[in-house]
């Protein structure tokens, strides 16, 4: 269902109305006789990894037997991906039923709530509703106050890598944005984190909020990532996980997972070895460094977009293609206020891999305009001969689908195969996957 379908039918604040604070989701959640807390949750906050971690968890849980339900964001194309039910984006009836029982229980009051208050709602009440055995619920925005920390006795918390990102609402400052993050804890619920062993203040925030809290606090392991032509794999403690989800950076992401696995069967969740196994390696995450074949250029679609994020995305790059003979091309586009001083140095860095770069602009109010961000990268130093290409037209698809013919253009000067690698917004890389993988169903002669 597009968003703005949707929109139309819930009591949605006006745009910039939005008030940090949990008064009215609670008040929320009231109104749709709490299902919060009928459906046993596991919250995860972090600036990078959440979805990966939600994916993996997902995996294994299906794996064990149970039904979960999944809320994530942001989504590629449609919002019914952000509400999934055993891996399947919940239906438009199922959701249009969901919010029918929405309006019902507030007929006749004087209310109206974020997006995201509402979407957060939907999940919940959908999960209760479908009688889903677990809810994997991803923060949207920070923790302490984002509309999902609204369950008082999760099964679980989870807190994945911390970074920079949304300073203007969590703070300045690492710890800053690691308390906000931390909030998510609840008294005597164990935490699964990520190592965060690069930013020692980011760990004794954490700690210190899990000594608050009398949280029993689990650190994932150090665990080293291997990689062979069909596939990766996480070698953790003593013994070898096959991973549906690639790149190195997955390694730890896998290892948070397989802790928060532990804590649930202690908590008596009936998990095998088998079904952890098999669910690490079955995990998919659209448009997470994912790669898609072409007959003659490989699509690389990632939504790196924080300094983090791009950090990985160059990792990953040099791993898998410092050797390429072919043409390397990127298409970014950016949302203009995650373009920090931080962030343009992590966009400097990813794109020195390339040799001809093609800016659009995202289709969103917030979308940095293509002619924008090719002017900010040309006044960059650039140690490699680069080109750089501004696409853009009034109607976002059709400015993806000309960078998409220009790429595959410029991939094709070359007698060996390219690359094509669309990374930055999600609101890009939603629409670009869905434009390669249109050609490619209907046999693009150079895709």
Known sequence: MEYHVLEEKLPVKPAGEMVLGLETMRELMGLLDNPQDK?????????????????????????????????TSPSLTAFNERIQIDGHPVSDEALLGAVDRLNQATVGKDVSFTEFELFTALAYDSFVHESCDVAIMEVGLGGRLDATNVVDAPELTIITRIGFDHQA???????????????????????????????????????????????????AEA??????????????????????????????????????????????????????????????????YETIQGKSVTFVMDGGHNQDGLHVLSQNLTTDYSHCAGKMCAIVGMLADKVTAEVKQ?????????????????????GLPAEELAR?????????????????????????????????????????????????????????????LDRLAEGDKHG
């Not at 596939?231 to 997955?250: I, N």
């Not at 390694?251 to 532990?262: D, F, L, S, T």
Request: charged share 20%; proline share 3%; net charge negative.
């Open 346 to 366: 992590a966009l400097h860095d990813v794109l020195s891999h390339f040799d001809h770069i093609i800016t659009v602009t995202p289709h969103s109010d917030r």
């Open 39 to 71: 459906v046993p949750v596991i919250h995860i906050a972090g600036t990078n990894g959440k979805g990966s971690v939600a994916t993996f968890l997902q995996a294994v849980l299906r794996q064990a037997g149970y039904k979960v339900g999944l809320f």
């Open 169 to 219: 609402i969590l703070g300045e400052s690492l710890a800053e944005i690691a308390a906000e993050k931390a909030a998510i804890m609840k008294r005597g619920v164990p935490v699964v984190v990520y190592p965060q062993a690069d930013r020692p203040v980011v760990r004794e925030v954490i700690r210190a909020k899990a000594h608050e809290m009398d949280v029993i606090e689990v650190a």
């Open 376 to 436: 900010l990268l040309e006044a960059m130093a650039w140690e490699q001969p680069v080109t750089i290409a501004a696409v853009d037209a009034e109607d976002g698809s059709v400015s993806y689908d000309q960078a998409v013919t220009q790429a595959i253009q410029f991939t094709a000067e070359s007698e060996q195969p390219g690359v094509i690698c669309a990374f930055g917004s999600f609101y890009m890389v939603g629409q670009m996957r869905k434009v390669v």
């Open 223 to 288: 665990c080293r990532y291997e990689q062979d032509a069909t596939g990766g794999s996480v070698h953790y403690q003593d013994r070898s996980y096959r991973l549906g989800l690639t790149g190195e950076h997955q390694a730890y992401n896998a290892g948070v997972a397989i802790e928060a696995i532990k804590q649930l069967q202690k908590q008596g969740w009936q998990m095998t070895e088998a079904a952890l196994q098999n669910g690490l390696a079955q995990a998919q995450l659209p448009g997470r």
